[in-house]
């Protein structure tokens, strides 16, 4: 065999043990899982009639805000699943597992390809139910394409993807599975730092460079942007984080005196 189909075959018993592992303890999983859930509950009743009056500048409106929210929450679904990678790579680096693999005639790179591969799908699958919680609840997404949702799953595959190598080298480096859970918590705090509750304007003006140039907040507005929903939104009277209220205000003023000048010459 080359070393090539190898790989394939040693990563594809890496990926069938990883998923047994996930099989048998769910219960992390589930645990990551609920964070989101529970969070996008929580700002769409609890939360959701004040932000949306606050934000769309008119009377609350929930079904607008849950095509805001369901982006935001959707990449942070994914960074709540990977935290369960770093954790498990930390105990395959602790446990002494890894010097029994070594012992054998296998890649040297299928153990974390399994991890990786396996964390994908998981996320994925995460998405997938984060997701049909949202249409329970109201969201919709009526003009968008097929170009468009191709576009909206490649991106959170990818992004899944660039996560769990991001998780898998926090595991790598851990000492114990306790600080690999600890060190990959920024996964989970900056979306929090995002657009994805409301928009970047609304926070205080020191703060905007932050939550604008952190990693999350572009993904989850290319996200919005294939999300024919949100862009409904957008233009009912959401701004994007990039558009300032005294920008808008004064357009339409200009719009507004040269209207009546048009109408009222001297």
Request: hydrophobic share 50%.
């Amino acid at each position: 065999m080359s070393t090539l189909s190898l790989a394939v075959r040693d990563s594809s018993t890496m990926l069938r043990r990883n998923l047994l592992h996930a099989r048998r303890y769910p219960s992390l999983t589930l645990n990551l899982l609920l964070t989101p859930i529970m969070l996008l509950l929580l700002f769409v009743y609890i939360f959701g009639g004040t932000l949306s009056a606050g934000i769309g500048g008119g009377g609350p409106d929930r079904a607008r805000y849950i095509a805001y929210l369901v982006p935001g929450l959707l990449l942070m679904t994914i960074g709540s699943t990977v935290i369960g990678t770093a954790v498990s790579v930390s105990n395959d680096m602790t446990e002494g597992i890894i010097a029994r693999f070594r012992t054998m005639a296998i890649h040297r790179g299928s153990v974390l390809v399994g991890h990786v591969i396996g964390s994908v799908l998981q996320s994925v699958l995460s998405v997938v139910l984060v997701g049909a919680v949202a249409v329970a609840i109201g969201f919709r997404s009526t003009d968008a394409t097929a170009l468009d949702w191709l576009a909206a799953f490649g991106l959170l595959v990818l992004f899944a993807l660039a996560l769990t190598w991001i998780a898998v080298g926090m595991g790598l480096i851990s000492p114990n599975a306790e600080a690999a859970g600890n060190n990959a918590m920024p996964l989970i705090l900056l979306p929090l730092f995002s657009s994805a509750f409301v928009p970047i304007h609304s926070m205080p003006g020191w703060f905007q460079p932050i939550a604008k140039y952190q990693p999350f907040t572009p993904a989850i507005e290319t996200l919005r942007g294939c999300c024919s929903a949100a862009r409904s939104a957008t233009t009912a009277g959401w701004r994007s984080p990039g558009v300032w209220p005294s920008r808008c205000s004064a357009t339409s003023g200009r719009r507004r005196s040269s209207t009546a000048t048009r109408s009222n010459p001297k």
